[in-house]
């Protein structure tokens, strides 16, 4: 079956402007995370969704960073006023159940802010 | 949070010798799961221990979870180019069931 997927899969934007990254995780999967991993670095949680839960935003950097995910299902990265930092490959992760399972990742977003 | 402390950062090795990674935890782990990330690519899960003492292999890698589930080993045999990449270990915490990753390995392998 289909993976997640992520879109665009590359993004390239002007300091100042808003971006939106997507997720499509696999079908079914309650649980979503979003993760940024700068180059050769590890990753970076982000954000976590279980279910109807209330997501743990505790890894969001600042308040530029937002995310919604609606209906249980597709998800959105939202950075405002990008700036050059937050230049990275942002990954979204799905898994079946609950979050300790198993995580399917997307191919990512590699976002370039110029 | 849960946090796993992993090491080395990097590792670089000749074809053919071996490598291990190792990941630690102050606090008793549920599970441990262990994910590859080749160069450009994204995490794929290889594998997960549930038990004290579990050993698993996948052919030239053996995964060992520790007998106080506190801490966690990947060794590779015979090391080959394919192997290249970042290992990451990934446990649960806390009472959302967050999967927390450490912060890889990299292993380069010099032919």
């Known amino acids: 079956g289909a993976g997640v997927s992520q879109s665009p899969s590359n993004k390239v934007t002007e300091k100042g402007k808003d971006v939106e990254l997507r997720c499509d995780p696999i079908?079914?999967?309650?649980?979503l995370y979003w993760y940024r991993q700068s180059l050769g670095q590890g990753l970076e949680f982000l954000i976590y969704f279980q279910g109807n839960s209330a997501p743990d935003k505790s890894g969001l950097p600042s308040d530029r960073f937002s995310a919604e995910r609606t209906g249980g299902s597709v998800s959105t990265l939202t950075i405002q006023r990008t700036q050059q930092e937050d230049s990275a490959v942002y990954l979204c992760a799905s898994s079946p159940r609950q979050g300790g399972e198993t995580q399917y990742f997307g191919p990512g977003t590699r976002l370039l802010v110029l | 949070g849960q946090q796993v402390m992993q090491i080395p950062q990097y590792q670089h090795v000749q074809e053919g010798e071996d490598f291990t990674t190792y990941c630690n935890s102050s606090t008793t782990l549920s599970n441990i799961q262990w994910y590859k990330q080749r160069p450009g690519g994204h995490p794929v899960f290889l594998i997960q221990l549930v038990k004290s003492g579990e050993v698993k292999k996948q052919k030239r890698l053996t995964f060992q979870f520790g007998e106080a589930k506190k801490n966690s080993s990947l060794h590779i045999t015979a090391t080959q180019t394919t192997d290249v990449g970042t290992y990451f270990c990934a446990a649960v915490g806390g009472s959302n069931y967050k999967l927390t990753f450490g912060k890889g390995t990299l292993l380069t392998v010099n032919p």
């Open positions: 079908s079914g999967h309650t649980a």
